[in-house]
């Protein structure tokens, strides 16, 4: 007896002492409830272009807010029947569940899970996920008092919004998007089945990682939404048999990830690190079509380009281990280093021959290789090939479908490139493509890259010097300095196609881009004069030489910067500012931030005069249509299209400036680490091809535009020429002391 009644005081004592430690021990140091009663989603920074169009998501957590009356009534009824059958009858804790699923777990059946709704809610937001006894004592105080401070319906839109199932995703609306792509309010009953089967285990139930298991869990939940009257038995089996189709789309809508990079690092630069969490819109200027149009044309060019320069050989190489299953331990090993590039896909190769290659894809496909589709590796499958460039087996590869949906060798180019085009009237960004890719190399060439821009500086040399009287009439001797100086000259320039055509008009030497020319006027005019014209286009004349050889191009521009100064000319006279943020909102659409486009054509923005814009435009006119530029008119069949190609010596960078109607762009080719590019290599066949097929698409249904003349320029004795140089008084020749005549 004594013992009964010892053991009875020591279990009081016990049960005493535990109360005294969970009053005042655990309960003041439970966590506070406001991350629940003022529920703040963290909702990532979204970019947009100007249609609406996702290019840009940061943020840890990729959620959708919706509140509890846009749910709609299959997925509460799904997620009820899987999650939490009693939620709106039970205070946060259902003992009836929790008992059924410790019975369950002793019979070795399926365990139903024994917590909450509102559990799972403490163990998400306010708590750890580690599993102690202690911890579950406060996931369940806690669930009282969240039970005690918020309604039912805001406890369960809460959870809809707050739980994570997988691919990054947070709450039910976004997981829709993610692995349906359609919006929550759209799901049928199989896929709000399949999406309530995540959150109890978002890894080995997600869909696009594990179809078989999320299946099976999918027809669990099921089942347990006809055992609860949500659905019927032919709903049951038509749901159960759905053939449900896992998103595959990009992320993104459209491929702009060096105009994301831009907009993330100025909207951050504002709101600190609440700009990843407080669900701000951010809308730039660009439009989709016009960026997908830049995107495409650059990444084609550029690899045609490099198809033109032949293949280099596999990127790595692997001894392929004999057994099955380390080989492909390997095979994904490797390919993790070198994961696919948009339409460049890597492939190992597991069989090689000069006729046939097999190679095994990162899905795991075998795919084979033969006939017209090895033809530009053939060097590299022959016996003899130098070991580092031989396809063999082991080799990393790069492939992708050509125009007949057929396997072909390719590789990822060294060279890069960089596209840009700007709305001429005001400066917004309409399109912009940093680098061939953003993933590789996060550099932006558009906005970075200090290079020569060769030829496409030339206007502005011709532009200075229509105020010192010259005109595109104006004749020059087009040969060599050598042959027209009595000393010894240390530079002796060349025209890059080594022809010579004497005495020509300014207009022809722009035209055909005529280095001897362009140095003789910049002699002419003088070197510090045109320098200091420069600044007026938006150049840094601190970037650029006081000599001669600035008529070649040898000073630094940006793509963006050259685009801008084209804009000049494209648009009259007036200097633009490129911009590329158009609207800020808050998480509930209010405008935080609302760019409206600049005033145009204001006499405070004029950097030029109307008719010097207007003569230099006749002259970009004709470099497209009789000049190196030729190739635009016939492509594009415009007779609106001005504008010039520039290729540095050697043929390091290669670059077409232009523009038609109210749009201006400018596409560069070159390697980051400079050098030639190639002997045969200009900016007609490197950088023009990028600009045409943008223009197709940025010019396509719009009419072609007139240029009104301005006054006090009149065309007398075949060209334009400023009134007050009419005759006589403007100059003839450029080489006065030359005996020229001109053209016939």
Known sequence: MKMIVGGIAILTACFLGALIYIFFGILPNLPSLDAVTDYQPKIPLRIYTADNALIGEFGDEHRDFIAIKDVPLVMKNALLAIEDKRFYEHSGIDFRSALRAVLADLRGGFHQGGSTITMQITRNILLTQEKTVMRKFKEIVLAYRIEAALSKDQILELYINQIYLGQRTHGFASAANTYFGKSLKDISIAEAAMLAGLPQNPTRHNPAVNPQRAKQRQLLV???????????????????????????????????????????????????????????????????????????????????????????????????????????????????????????????????????????????????????????????????????????????IRVMLDAKK???????????????ALNAQDGSYRAMVGG???????????????????????????????????????????????????????????????????????????????????????????????????????????????????????????????????????????????????????????ILTDNKAPAIAQEESRVLDSRNAFVIDSMLREVVRTGTGAAATQRLGRRDLAGKTGTTSDAVDGWFAGYAGDVVAVA?????????????????????????????????????????????????????????????????????DLPVTPPQ
């Open 668 to 736: 560069w080719m070159g390697y980051d680490d400079p050098k030639s590019l190639g002997g045969r290599e200009f900016g007609a066949t490197l950088s023009l091809p990028i600009w045409i097929d943008y223009m197709r698409q940025a010019l396509s249904g719009k009419p072609e535009t007139q240029r009104a003349v301005p006054e006090n320029v009149s065309n007398a004795e075949g060209d334009w020429v400023y009134n007050e140089f009419l005759n006589g008084a403007g100059i003839k020749t450029l080489d006065i």
């Open 406 to 420: 057929r396997w072909t060798i390719t590789q990822l180019p060294e060279v890069d490139a960089a596209f840009v």
């Open 436 to 590: 061939f890719d953003f993933n590789r190399k996060q550099f932006n060439h558009v906005t970075s890259a200090w290079r020569q821009p060769g030829s496409s500086i030339k206007p502005f040399i011709y532009s200075a010097a229509l105020e010192k009287a010259y005109s595109p009439a104006t004749i020059a001797n087009d040969v060599q300095l050598s042959e027209t100086s009595t000393e010894e000259l240390k530079w002796d320039p060349r025209n890059d196609d080594g022809k010579y055509d004497g005495p020509i008009t300014l207009r022809t030497a722009l035209a055909q881009s005529k280095n001897v020319v362009s140095v003789r006027l910049l002699k002419a005019i003088g070197a510090g004069y045109a320098r200091d014209f420069l600044p007026r286009f938006g150049f840094d004349i601190n970037k650029q030489p006081q000599n001669l050889t600035m008529a070649l191009g040898t000073g630094s521009v940006t793509p963006i910067q050259l685009a801008a100064a084209y804009g000049v000319f494209a648009n009259g006279g007036y200097q633009i500012k490129p911009w590329l943020i158009q609207k800020v909102t808050d998480a509930r659409g209010k």
């Open 222 to 396: 099921l089942k347990a939404m006809q055992d609860d009257g949500y659905i019927t038995q032919a709903q049951f089996d038509q749901a159960s048999k759905e053939e449900l189709h896992i998103s595959s789309h990009q992320q993104f809508d459209a491929h702009a990830d060096y105009v994301a990079e831009i907009v993330r690092q100025q909207i951050v630069a504002e709101y600190k690190d609440t700009a990843y969490t407080s669900g701000l819109k951010v809308y730039t200027t660009i439009y989709k079509a016009e960026q997908d149009a830049a995107y495409e044309s650059l990444r084609r060019n550029v690899m045609a380009y490099d198809q033109r320069h032949g293949y280099r050989g596999p990127e790595a190489f692997i001894e392929l281990p004999s057994d099955e299953d380390e080989r492909d331990d390997a095979i994904d090993a490797l390919m993790l280093k070198h994961p696919g590039n948009d339409k460049l896909l890597s492939a190992v190769v597991i069989e090689a021959s000069p006729k046939l290659v097999k190679a095994e894809m990162a899905s795991g496909d075998t795919i084979t290789l033969s006939g017209e589709t090895l033809r530009f590796a053939d060097k590299a499958l022959q016996a003899n090939a130098n070991r580092d460039l031989k396809i063999r087996p082991g080799a990393l």
